[in-house]
């Protein structure tokens, strides 16, 4: 709580706010990392990483958003907490883990997985830790929320390149690793 009031008395500013407020809301509904999977499907040569980041997104979904958090049930910090003001609309989930950061972090690793994507890889893995740091920025969740976010993502783009790396080694005989 101490970083969230912290954030929220010292750091906050209107044109700051304004910007978090609006970045951060690129990632409802995994908005931007959708678009960049997209982005990815359509050019063959990552058409790959596309699927993969595709994967991972859809098995963040399940496990984040389907399991964990109406497993943890953790109340946001602006409704546990009166003096918490959020910047953004109430959100409809539970706090605990962050699901903009999981699918941030989730569609990272593919792009970093591979040699092609590398570069576009480090773009997106900035723009995954600005969207964690938003969330806290603008009070939608803990700090403790957001590593949980960073840890499911994670795990979710490793799971989703070693799958799809083994079913497309399958199908063709092609055993290059992502």
């Given at each position: 709580?101490?970083?969230?009031?912290?954030?929220?008395?010292?750091?906050?500013?209107?044109?700051?706010?304004?910007?978090?407020?609006?970045?951060?809301?690129?990632?409802?509904?995994?908005?931007?990392?959708?678009?960049?999977?997209?982005?990815?499907?359509?050019?063959?040569?990552?058409?790959?990483?596309?699927?993969?980041?595709?994967?991972?997104?859809?098995?963040?979904?399940?496990?984040?958003?389907?399991?964990?958090?109406?497993?943890?049930?953790?109340?946001?910090?602006?409704?546990?907490?009166?003096?918490?003001?959020?910047?953004?609309?109430?959100?409809?989930?539970?706090?605990?883990?962050?699901?903009?950061t999981a699918s941030s972090f989730a569609a990272v690793v593919p792009a970093l997985a591979d040699k092609k994507t590398r570069h576009i890889g480090v773009f997106a893995l900035i723009v995954a830790v600005l969207m964690a740091l938003s969330r806290i920025y603008v009070c939608v969740h803990y700090p403790s929320d957001v590593i949980g976010g960073v840890v499911v993502g994670l795990l979710c783009g490793i799971l989703s390149c070693r799958f799809v790396q083994r079913v497309i080694d399958n199908k063709t005989g092609n055993h290059n690793k992502i």
């Open positions: 709580m101490n970083i969230l009031y912290y954030v929220q008395d010292n750091l906050r500013g209107e044109v700051l706010n304004t910007i978090v407020s609006i970045f951060t809301s690129l990632g409802n509904y995994g908005l931007i990392w959708i678009l960049f999977t997209l982005a990815l499907l359509i050019y063959p040569k990552t058409r790959k990483i596309g699927i993969t980041c595709a994967v991972a997104l859809i098995l963040e979904l399940i496990i984040c958003n389907g399991i964990l958090k109406n497993i943890f049930a953790r109340t946001r910090p602006y409704d546990a907490f009166e003096n918490i003001r959020c910047l953004v609309p109430p959100q409809r989930d539970y706090s605990f883990p962050s699901g903009h």
